[in-house]
């Protein structure tokens, strides 16, 4: 039981440290509501359910040990964030009157575009798997299931992670007719389209 509080405690500081989720979240309720912010969220927890299977089945392994792995899942997170951030610079460039948003999206809008947003962003990024290959250790009983502790450990962090990216959605929102102004909505997407261009590098430029 110490060595899992012990994690919980870990795990929420790494939970509340901003990366590329934290972003596309706030973007996304921003710009169509918590519906989609929190689609955005469910999207993110599943890429989480991928890397469970990933790790509990001893496959992440392969993104440090074999380096044809990691450099193909890294290429390729890299440029989707690179493109979801070149997308947002676009939307920035764009006349304050040509921007539509809409601060609740209606039932109507797809959800499944924005969910898959934020399965790609989670699932292809190889810095997560090789993360908790590093971290989760520390916190595992050697005696015990490690396949197990695994689901366990990851799955303490995503509830984490729900709970707080859907704090974001709702909060952000709750910000939608501010933001749904032109130069705050332009300036928005400068910065989301600037953070995920800097993570996309990031991760391009990482080793194992």
Not at 19 to 37: C, E, H, I, Q, S
Not at 144 to 156: D, E, R
Request: glycine share 10%; charged share 10%.
């Amino acid at each position: 039981m110490a060595l899992y509080l012990a994690f919980c405690f870990a795990a929420l500081m790494v939970t509340l440290s901003p990366g590329p989720d934290t972003f596309l979240v706030m973007a996304n309720a921003a710009r169509g509501g918590a519906r989609l912010g929190l689609a955005t969220v469910a999207g993110i927890v599943s890429g989480g359910v991928f890397h469970i299977a990933l790790f509990a089945g001893g496959f992440a392994q392969l993104l440090v040990y074999s380096a044809a792995a990691f450099l193909a899942v890294k290429v390729a997170g890299a440029a989707y964030l690179g493109w979801l951030g070149l997308q947002a610079l676009r939307s920035a460039a764009r006349p304050a009157q040509e921007i539509v948003v809409t601060t609740d999206a209606p039932a109507t809008t797809s959800v499944w575009p924005v969910y898959a947003q934020g399965v790609l962003t989670n699932a292809l990024n190889p810095k997560i798997a090789v993360f908790y290959l590093a971290f989760l250790p520390q916190f595992m009983d050697p005696a015990q299931s490690l396949a197990a502790q695994s689901v366990l450990l990851i799955g303490t962090h995503y509830v984490m992670g729900f709970v707080w990216l859907g704090a974001l959605a709702f909060g952000a929102a709750r910000m939608g007719p501010w933001l749904a102004k032109g130069r705050v909505r332009r300036w928005l997407d400068g910065v989301v389209g600037t953070v995920m261009l800097a993570f996309g590098v990031r991760l391009a430029l990482t080793t194992r």
